[in-house]
């Protein structure tokens, strides 16, 4: 009677335990066992009270994602920076029929961590959201899209949600089966659209619809280095591979400028008076630098961990070369490219001028001899102030310090050295 009372309570712990572990297993550490309830508890588990127990080890031993066959997925990662043309590379992949594309998920991470601040520098709460950054994508790349739901406010009811970060952005979300307010002539859906006229998400169909596709691709902004992914790249579940676009951080600095108006005001007021605000927050500037340099070091450095891994792209000369970059990207990936993601190049950068005016991704209106047209906005005393802070990650990424206004606004010399990266493989 006693044994049986205790074995009750036991078995209601464990269940809540293994319910819990299965959850951490999945999303945290590689290879975590699982624990199995102890066979001891006065031979209980033969028992009908044993159902719960046994449901919870079903879900740890043969939860789908462990017999996951990885090789046959790839999961794709696209690290950048804000105003870097991520928006428009994770166009690149969002437009192919076999990927799954999430726009910035992290965004959901911070907002519920680190609700006040955009940039912490807090080494504790940089540590706190990266740990959280990780678990996250190991799930989302696993399509475990419910594990997203706890960072969403508010808390989504019955796996609904009308608040999740750039749905829009994401083709699959605004189609057939997630979507049913487009048929499937609607290609192009506008983000706004989808938004306005797909009923509320609902996560399981996204869940659905995420494993339906061969790939997933995640575009992250909020994850400083690449060698804050080492556990993700080197857990042989996944198969990532990390697609990271820089840009030169002269240009990252006037795009902001222009758009986090009130983040960055005293820049613009810099800009305005020609003298610098004696409280302005140049870690706005030095951080984009110092991740940069952090990042392309390691990866150019080719660490054994990012073999065939790590491909890092030039924002300039996408712009430049939008198709034949792109080809190289998918050439990495190891997929074929299809014809929508040409297409959508087609339209969406040179040779379209009346359409891309409206269009809303920057890189259109970017593109090509717009990627340096940073050089008429900002004032020589800041390009300055940015070469001295950033000269290193200049000099490593092939991006030429100009000596003088008259040379910063002579748009006939080109401020993009020609310089190759290639993947390390
Ligand atoms: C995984 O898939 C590949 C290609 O489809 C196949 O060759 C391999 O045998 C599979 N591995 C397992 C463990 O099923
Ligand atoms: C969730 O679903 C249940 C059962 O279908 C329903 O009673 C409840 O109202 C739903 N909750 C919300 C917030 O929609
Ligand atoms: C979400 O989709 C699933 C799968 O089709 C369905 O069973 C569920 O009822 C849907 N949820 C809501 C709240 O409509
Ligand atoms: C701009 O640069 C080009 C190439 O170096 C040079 O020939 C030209 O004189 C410069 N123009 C001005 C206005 O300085």
Redesign the pocket.
Known sequence: MQCSWKAVILLALASIAIQYTAIRTLTSKPFQLCPVPSPQNCGLLGGPETESPIEGRAGCDDYPYFSFNASRKTHIMVLATTRSGSSFVGQLLNQHADIFYLFEPLYHVQTTLIPRLSHSRNAADRRVMLGASRDLLRSLYGCDLYFLESYIKPAPANHTTDKLFRRGASRALCSLPVCDAFGPTDANVEEGDCVKKCAPLNMTLAADACREKRHVAIKVVRVPEIGDLRALVEDPRLNIKVIQLVRDPRGILSSRIETFRDTYRLWRIWRATGRRPYNLDLSQLTVVCEDFLGSVSTGLSHPHWLKGKYMLVRYEDLSRNPLLKTMEIYDFLGLPMDKSVEEWIQTNTRGSTELSAKHKYGTVRDSAANAESWRLKLSYDMVEYTQATCHKVLHQLGYKAVKSA??L?????SLVQDKTFVPFS
């Open positions: 008259e040379e606004k002579n748009m006939s010399l």
